[in-house]
């Protein structure tokens, strides 16, 4: 990784070393009980957990700004929530 901070280009052993952090990193390559996946296969999989993460953040924001809608703003329950969001 010195390599790298030093501004030179990046070794193949730092490509790998960065491949196998992002493969802990996801959720189906961590369950799977293989070696090392393609940098290309490992890639695809990764955008496709980021849009994943994506909708279900657009599904949960949907979800509370529903939420909030059917409270009375000056209630508890809102107030909860306002100071959970803080």
Do not use: F
Not at 22 to 37: I, T, V
Not at 62 to 67: A, E, I, M, V, Y
Not at 71 to 79: G, I, P, V
Request: aromatic share 2%.
């Amino acid at each position: 990784m010195s390599s790298r901070r030093s501004g030179s280009r990046i070794t193949e052993d730092d490509l790998n070393e960065l491949v196998a952090k992002l493969q802990s990193l996801l959720p189906e390559a961590r369950r799977r009980s293989m070696g090392r996946a393609s940098a290309s296969k490992l890639l695809k999989e990764t955008c496709s957990y980021i849009k994943s993460l994506q909708r279900e953040v657009g599904d949960l924001s949907d979800r509370l700004s529903d939420l909030m809608s059917s409270l009375d703003d000056n209630s508890a329950q809102a107030e909860l929530i306002r100071s959970l969001l803080r």
